[in-house]
C-alpha cells in the first residue's frame, strides 16, 4: 500500500500503526473466514418429512403417539436418520488428522474450535423440542430404540 492512501499518519509511528492495523486487520478476516467454515460444516439435524414432531406438545400427545404404530415407526424412522448422522460426526472425529510440520499455532486453534462448534450446534439441536417430543415418544412406548439413543 502506498503511503499517500493512509491521510496524515508518516515516520516511524506512522509505520507502526499501519503493520499494527494490517495485522489486526488479517486476523479479523481468518477469524470470520474460520466462522464461515464453521457455519459451512455444521450438521442439521433431519427433519421428519413423514410426521410432524411439533405436533407433540403434552405427555398425552407421547402416549397417543407411542398407542399409533404407524406414527411410532415415523418417530423411530426420525431417530433413527438423527442416529446415523451423530455417528457420523463422531467418527469424524475419533479419525487422526495429518498435518504438515509446519502449520503452527493459530490453525491448530482454528482446528479446534471448528470441531467445537460443530459438536455444539448439534448440542443445540438435540435439545430442540422436536428430538425432546421423539424422545418423549420413544420413552412412552418403551422403544429398544432408546437404548441405541442413550449409547
Given at each position: 500500500?502506498?503511503?499517500?492512501?493512509?491521510?496524515?499518519?508518516?515516520?516511524?509511528?506512522?509505520?507502526?500503526?499501519?503493520?499494527?492495523?494490517?495485522?489486526?486487520?488479517?486476523?479479523?478476516?481468518?477469524?470470520?473466514?474460520?466462522?464461515?467454515?464453521?457455519?459451512?460444516?455444521?450438521v442439521?439435524?433431519?427433519?421428519?418429512?413423514?410426521?410432524?414432531?411439533?405436533s407433540?406438545?403434552?405427555?398425552?400427545?407421547?402416549?397417543?403417539?407411542?398407542?399409533?404404530?404407524?406414527?411410532?415407526?415415523?418417530?423411530?424412522?426420525?431417530?433413527?436418520?438423527?442416529?446415523?448422522?451423530?455417528?457420523?460426526?463422531l467418527?469424524?472425529?475419533?479419525?487422526?488428522?495429518?498435518?504438515?510440520?509446519?502449520?503452527?499455532?493459530?490453525?491448530?486453534?482454528?482446528?479446534?474450535?471448528?470441531?467445537?462448534?460443530?459438536?455444539?450446534?448439534?448440542?443445540?439441536?438435540?435439545?430442540?423440542?422436536?428430538?425432546?417430543?421423539?424422545?418423549?415418544?420413544?420413552?412412552?412406548?418403551?422403544?429398544?430404540?432408546?437404548?441405541?439413543?442413550?449409547?
Open positions: 500500500m502506498s503511503d499517500t492512501s493512509w491521510g496524515k499518519l508518516s515516520g516511524k509511528d506512522g509505520q507502526m500503526a499501519k503493520i499494527d492495523f494490517l495485522s489486526k486487520l488479517s486476523t479479523f478476516v481468518s477469524t470470520l473466514n474460520s466462522a464461515q467454515e464453521s457455519i459451512d460444516e455444521r442439521i439435524l433431519t427433519k421428519s418429512e413423514k410426521f410432524n414432531l411439533a407433540i406438545q403434552t405427555t398425552a400427545d407421547c402416549l397417543n403417539v407411542a398407542s399409533n404404530t404407524e406414527s411410532l415407526t415415523h418417530v423411530e424412522e426420525a431417530v433413527k436418520v438423527w442416529m446415523k448422522q451423530i455417528e457420523i460426526v467418527a469424524e472425529s475419533e479419525q487422526i488428522r495429518r498435518e504438515a510440520d509446519n502449520i503452527g499455532p493459530r490453525a491448530e486453534l482454528d482446528y479446534w474450535k471448528k470441531r467445537t462448534s460443530k459438536f455444539n450446534y448439534l448440542l443445540d439441536q438435540i435439545k430442540t423440542s422436536d428430538v425432546k417430543a421423539a424422545l418423549g415418544v420413544l420413552q412412552a412406548a418403551k422403544s429398544r430404540l432408546l437404548v441405541q439413543w442413550r449409547e
